[in-house]
């Protein structure tokens, strides 16, 4: 199993940014799709964006297309969201995840707060 450990969240004002940071241990992430999730008091899990680590294929939910970027490092076995733009709507607990292609079982992170303030 991989271990996630979500950190950079915290109270950012609506426009501004902020960077998220997943950091993975006891396996390699070459072989996985990772991705960020986001869920909001009272609401779903709902997927972010996701990318394949080889091929750095990359998706993004509608809601946040062009303002935010996922990233990976594999030097440092770690991925990133960099939020920009951010908006009241974003603010939720965010989730890093990690999978086996095409069908794996997610594992998970804790998870990082992020609020966006009006």
């Not at 950091?23 to 394949?52: H, I, N």
């Not at 294929?57 to 939020?83: C, E, P, W």
């Given at each position: ?8 969240g ?45 091929a ?63």
């Open positions: 199993q991989v271990q996630l450990v979500e950190s950079g915290g109270l950012v004002q609506a426009g501004g940014s902020l960077r998220l940071s997943c950091a993975a241990s006891g396996r390699t992430l070459m072989r996985y799709t990772m991705a960020w999730f986001r869920q909001a008091p009272g609401k779903e899990r709902e997927f972010v964006a996701d990318v394949m680590w080889s750095r294929i990359t998706h993004y939910a509608d809601s946040v297309k062009g303002r935010f970027t996922i990233s990976r490092d594999t030097a440092k076995n770690a991925v990133y969201l960099q939020m920009n733009s951010v908006k009241p709507e974003d603010t939720a607990v965010y989730y890093c995840a990690a999978r086996l292609p095409p069908e794996g079982d997610w594992e998970w992170g804790q998870g990082t707060q992020v609020t966006v303030s009006s």
